[in-house]
T-cell receptor, first 116, second 115 residues
Framework: EPEVTQTPSHQVTQMGQEVILRCVPI?????FYWYRQILGQKVEFLVSFYNNEISEKSEIFDDQFSVERPDGSNFTLKIRSTKLEDSAMYFCASSPARTSSYNEQFFGPGTRLTVL | AQSVTQLGSHVSVSEGALVLLRCNYSSSVPPYLFWYVQYPNQGLQLLLK??????LVKGINGFEAEFKKSETSFHLTKPSAHMSDAAEYFCAVSSFSGGYNKLIFGAGTRLAVHP
């Protein structure tokens, strides 16, 4: 069964460093998302991406964040200069082409980012 | 704006007992509602969803949920808990716009099942 994959599973970085979190969405999906979950808190929407551009972004998704689909398979989240408060689990999700008013989102296993 | 409230961050039941996880939502438009489950060290897996139609929806692993508009609720139930049901459960509402959905999650409920 197709699934969303994410690498690495755990990333440790120093404050101020750049990190890139990678996701491979399900191959025929067209909508892509990043969410994050700070330890002990709820899962929060970061950004959605369609047709090679951002569809919507949350207040969390400031200028330190960027997303990219560099090729036909990968979807990346870059944090330019990490802060302690960026430590969280980051989830990638994807959904298929619009066939109805709702598209189920399929989630990856997450990348745990620890900023020291 | 939409929001989700899950009552009870931790729920503990005995194996074989009824599972009831509570979810209330706020939405200015007809909501799409979901329950996701997260097992340790795994991603979020869709248990069930309500979009339109029948208000009692059945999901995987014997779970079901009922959409009650008058109560703005979407509680998750399972008649008989199994040890393998121990996980974190998230209720979510979807904000639909332009062909895609942004999910707004509740804080989650950790379910413990003891023998």
């Amino acid at each position: 069964e197709p699934e969303v994959t994410q690498t690495p599973s755990h990333q440790v970085t120093q404050m101020g460093q750049e990190v890139i979190l990678r996701c491979v969405p399900i191959s025929n999906h067209l909508y892509f998302y990043w969410y994050r979950q700070i330890l002990g808190q709820k899962v929060e929407f970061l950004v959605s991406f369609y047709n090679n551009e951002i569809s919507e972004k949350s207040e969390i998704f400031d200028d330190q964040f960027s997303v990219e689909r560099p090729d036909g398979s990968n979807f990346t989240l870059k944090i330019r200069s990490t802060k302690l408060e960026d430590s969280a689990m980051y989830f990638c999700a994807s959904s298929p082409a619009r066939t109805s008013s709702y598209n189920e989102q399929f989630f990856g296993p997450g990348t745990r980012l620890t900023v020291l | 704006a939409q929001s989700v409230t899950q009552l009870g961050s931790h729920v503990s039941v005995s194996e074989g007992a009824l599972v009831l996880l509570r979810c209330n939502y706020s939405s200015s438009v007809p909501p799409y509602l979901f329950w996701y489950v997260q097992y340790p060290n795994q991603g979020l897996q869709l248990l069930l969803k309500y979009t339109t139609g029948a208000t009692l929806v059945k999901g995987i692993n014997g779970f079901e949920a009922e959409f009650k508009k008058s109560e703005t609720s979407f509680h998750l139930t399972k008649p008989s808990a199994h040890m393998s049901d121990a996980a974190e459960y998230f209720c979510a509402v979807s904000s639909f716009s332009g062909g895609y959905n942004k999910l707004i999650f509740g804080a989650g409920t950790r379910l413990a099942v003891h023998p």
